[in-house]
């Protein structure tokens, strides 16, 4: 199978070893992986601060970079939430708008073949247990637009169940947000701040080495948190814990 990945900005600019794991792993798997090169920003940023006109050429670029692929998969909730939820509403608001069908047919074909990671591997691969081996506490945080944009359930806990040398132990307030919200967390600095903190507690008291999610964007300020409060907890996304084996294991 013949996959595109789309790493996402924050991934691309900041973290650049989540993109380097998906590869490691999906090769693994048997899996054939390309880079268009000419992905940008599917346009999230500019949609959820009120600028969804402005979003638009970016959703008409991306379709175009990766609508001829069978599957497209990113390592971001919140990413892969823009294509398969909001994608459909920007046709749907240019339709009612009296601007056609153009939007809506362009966006279409790489709604339903856009992928986050996790559900990538259960519900298209068939895979729970990639071979990974991770020998570390860890906890999961589910983020928002995974557990409740794209419904990914028990899946990331199904392949943390099956690495090799973890020990996975449940995060209390689990469901409850970090806090971060992209653009929350600098309009309402100190609620995000204060539900940051409360995560990092929760997650402490687990006794886990690691917290791990399946968005950087979220673990960016779940860290920022740790670093603020000197927790020994550290935040890895979860494409780097699945990555990992015996032979070339992960921190």
Known sequence: ????????????????????????????????????????????AHYNTGYRHGAEPLARHFSEVFGGYEAIVTPSGSCGAMVRELYPRMGERARAEGRGESLAATLAPVVPKTYELTEFLVDV????????????????????????????????????????????????????????GGTFAVKNAEVSAAMGADKVRNAESTGAEVLCAADNSCLTHIGGTITRL???????????ILASTEEEPAL
């Open 1 to 44: 199978m013949r996959v595109a990945l789309f790493l996402t900005c924050v991934n691309d600019t900041l973290y650049p070893d989540t993109g380097r794991a998906v590869v490691r792993l999906l090769t693994r798997l048997g899996v054939e992986v390309d880079f268009p090169m000419a992905q940008t920003c599917c346009g999230q």
């Open 230 to 240: 000197r927790t020994g907890v550290r935040p890895v996304h979860i494409a780097e």
């Open 125 to 180: 691969l068939g895979v729970t247990d990639v071979g990974a081996y991770y020998p570390h506490r860890v906890t999961y945080h589910p983020t928002c637009h995974g557990l409740r944009g794209l419904g990914l359930g028990d899946r990331p806990l199904q392949l943390l169940r099956a690495v090799k040398g973890l020990e996975l132990v449940e995060l209390p307030g689990a469901e409850e947000c970090c806090g971060f």
